[in-house]
């Protein structure tokens, strides 16, 4: 059974979906696989590291697509692959699945395709898929390390003979995956760090990575609805977004740098930094928004920009972090598609744990947890509820 790898044919996009480490443990489990030449370049994985690892090497991607039964990618394949499927064939991506506009196309011709962003979170068999986590984690680190650059000012404490230098505040607002790991970034480097989300259970981690959790009150019934979601993000009321506002106008008047990190998975990001507040940031402050391919959670954000308001504070779009890090960033999503991969097909292995071609036969079961969560399309119908 061949897996094949596209291109990542996106603006500014370096992953690769499979990188040669992750060629060598799919050969083991009995696949074979082919590349689009060119496709790990930019993760400075070469064909020739996938030719030794003992993956085919395909002239272009429309070759890739033709020959295998699995199709791997890091987005979505180009209207033109997807003509080019037939029945039965498997794409697997990040697909941005609430707002792909070709699950359809893909329906009419057949394909399962999975969107490994609906992976169930909370099942534990499954933490070694998770895109998101994993992206996200680097994200949150190479995020800090943006602000650091485009902030005029250190980020530790110095005392010096000329003067003392005071440590940076920095403010996270949103501490999921990517929050946290911007936290314990901000706090190797030295800043003084507050926090806060409006999952409550945040508090705690926040606390233990050494950061200041910044508090939003909460009426009984919401903090009842924040517990009863299991500590995923609860829909806020309007009174909360307000009390909101004025912790973060507060928090932000005095920060030197800010992340924002809030995603609502399948919708907008939220709103959390207003015109008002930004006015009140001081001039040279930074503010690195995480959420600007969904929105942006601060007035005023521009995808892949960096803007600098009226006062001298810089708002960086910061759309695809994760592909700042290629390398590293494509070496955990090529193990998470692996780990995933490893999951559709029933196998014999070997005392050594290889598995002969032969006995590879594909496994597709829908009323799997994992398989069913994360196929949008399969059998011809878009399997996608409406959020
Ligand atoms: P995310 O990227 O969807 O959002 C980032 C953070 O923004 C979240 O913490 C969310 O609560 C927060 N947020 C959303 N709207 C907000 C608003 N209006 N105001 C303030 N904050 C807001 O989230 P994520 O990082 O992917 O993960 C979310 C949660 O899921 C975290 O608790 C994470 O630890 C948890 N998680 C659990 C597992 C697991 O159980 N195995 C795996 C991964 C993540």
Do not use: C
Request: proline share 3%; aromatic share 4%; no cysteine.
């Amino acid at each position: 059974m061949k897996i094949g790898v596209i291109s990542a044919d996106v603006a500014g996009e370096g992953r690769v979906a499979l990188t040669p480490d992750a060629v060598k443990k799919l050969r083991k489990l009995g696949f074979e696989v082919i590349i689009e030449s060119g496709a790990g370049q930019a993760a400075y994985y070469a064909d020739e590291l996938y030719q030794a690892a003992g993956a085919d090497i395909a002239n272009n991607s429309a070759e890739v697509v033709a020959q295998s039964q699995i199709i791997t990618v890091v987005h979505d394949l180009s209207a033109d692959l997807i003509d080019r499927l037939t029945e039965g064939q498997i794409v697997i991506g990040m697909l941005d699945p609430y707002r792909n506009a070709q699950l359809d196309t893909y329906a009419a011709k057949g394909a399962t395709v999975f969107a490994m962003e609906l992976l169930p979170r909370t099942l534990s068999r499954a933490q070694n898929m998770d895109v998101l986590s994993s992206q996200a984690n680097l994200a949150g680190y190479k995020a800090v390390l943006l602000a650091a650059n485009e902030y005029s000012r250190p980020f530790p404490m110095f005392m010096t003979s000329a003067g003392t230098v005071k440590p940076a505040k920095v403010v996270i607002l949103g501490v999921g995956v990517a929050g946290l790991q911007a936290i314990a970034t901000a706090k190797r480097l030295g800043a003084v760090v507050e926090a806060s989300d409006l999952r409550p259970s945040a508090k705690e981690q926040v606390e233990s990575l050494g950061g200041k959790w910044l508090d939003v009150p909460m009426s009984d019934e919401e903090a009842e609805k924040a517990k009863s979601t299991g500590g995923y993000a609860w829909t806020p009321s309007e009174q909360y977004m307000k009390d909101q506002a004025v912790v973060v106008d507060k928090a932000l008047s005095q920060a030197d740098i800010v992340i924002t990190t809030a995603q609502i998975p399948g919708r907008q990001a939220p709103r959390l930094v207003h015109k008002a507040t930004l006015e009140k940031m001081k001039a040279g402050s930074v503010l690195i928004d995480m959420a600007a391919s969904t929105g942006g959670n601060v007035e005023g954000t521009v995808a892949d920009e960096i803007v600098t308001t009226d006062s001298g504070v810089r708002i960086v779009g910061a759309a695809n972090i994760p592909s700042m890090l290629a390398a590293q960033s494509s070496d955990l999503y090529a193990n998470n598609l692996v780990n995933f991969i490893s999951t559709l097909v029933a196998t014999e292995a070997d005392v050594e744990g290889t598995v002969a071609a032969s006995e590879l036969a594909l496994n597709l079961d829908m009323d799997d947890e994992i398989q069913g969560a994360l196929a949008v399309t399969h059998e011809g119908q878009v399997r996608l509820a409406k959020r």
